[in-house]
């Protein structure tokens, strides 16, 4: 009996190939497949960004339709092509910037904007002729104030000027009319302040001698250089005092040697003064003016004094 081999050489066949395919699927690679293996591409990594959503593009007339969007605004503050940005809009702070620190030729900028601070000008303090001392007021107050002289150190113009109503520089009293002196020479001014620079310490109730020193100083420095206007002002100022004194019942006399050898009354030395002055000695007549002045001005406190004093009783 013969067998019939066909489905038997089949079956052995399949075998075969299942065995031979797991054998390689089981089989230790050797080292070239080995280091084949082991120099494949990494996986890739997992990407954690946010996606990115891209900008919608702006139509090319973007910027003809809103000019006031903040991306044109600032495209045109920065571009160098836009050349009238200043003229669309004036009142930016970028022009304003440019204009007030001198980097455009914007020469019309105070006729446009008149109020900028920068076109202002600080308006001027209107001088006074005389001040009204407050309480806690003093020389060196007074004369810093704008409307007076601006500057602490001419205060012994002050001091100068008040001599007959200031006994001491470092003493004033609230309800003093203090004159201030103006059409000063530089020399004046200067004669000043060195002596409030090198004067020394304020002491109340002390009349410094460095001071009674300026004075007389300053009062020949004056007389020696005065020029005919200036002699004619302090006529005129010696002559208003007297009139004052006479009304306030100040009868005073004077020596000196321009008008002889005996004292005499302060309108006939004024009238010495006026010829001095008309015989073209400004220094002389200036000098005898001022002394004048003076003595009517010392008169007229003492009557105050006197008229304000009270009764004493021994």
């Not at 009204?132 to 500057?151: N, R």
């Not at 113009?157 to 201030?180: E, H, S, T, V």
């Not at 302060?266 to 003595?295: H, I, M, T, Y």
């Amino acid at each position: 009996m013969r067998m019939n081999t066909t489905p038997i050489r089949t079956l052995l066949a399949l075998v075969s190939i299942a065995a031979v395919a797991t054998g390689c699927v089981t089989a230790k690679p050797n080292e070239t497949e080995a280091g084949a293996a082991t120099a494949a591409a990494p996986a890739p990594a997992v990407s954690m960004a946010p996606a990115v959503v891209a900008a919608v593009d702006r139509p090319d007339d973007w910027c003809d339709r809103y000019p006031d969007s903040f991306e044109c605004e600032d495209a045109s503050a920065k571009a160098t092509t836009s050349d009238d940005w200043c003229a669309r809009y004036p009142d930016s702070f970028v022009c304003k910037e440019e204009v007030a620190s001198g980097q455009t030729s914007s020469e019309d900028w105070c006729a446009r904007y008149p109020d900028s601070f920068v076109c202002k000008d600080e308006a001027p303090v209107p001088a006074i002729s005389a001040y009204v001392v407050q309480a806690g007021d003093h020389l060196w107050g007074i004369a810093s104030q704008p409307k007076v002289y601006g500057d602490p150190y001419q205060w012994p113009l002050l001091f100068k000027r008040n001599r007959p109503d200031i006994n001491d520089a470092d003493l004033i009293y609230p309800g003093q009319m203090i004159q201030i002196e103006r059409d000063l020479s530089d020399f004046q001014v200067q004669e000043a302040i060195n002596h409030a620079r090198t004067r020394g310490a304020w002491a109340l109730g002390v009349v410094e001698g460095s001071d009674l020193r300026y004075l007389q100083a300053a009062g020949a420095s004056d007389a020696s250089n005065a020029t005919t206007e200036q002699a004619a002002a302090m006529i005129a100022q010696a002559g208003a005092e007297v009139k004052a004194a006479k009304a306030a019942s100040a009868v005073w006399r004077i020596l000196d040697p321009a008008i002889g050898g005996s004292a005499v009354p302060l309108d006939k030395a004024l009238k010495a003064a006026q010829k001095q002055l008309d015989a073209g000695d400004a220094p002389e007549a200036f000098r005898l003016a001022q002394r004048v002045s003076e003595s009517a001005q010392l008169g007229i406190a003492q009557a105050a004094q006197q008229a304000n004093a009270g009764p004493t009783y021994n």
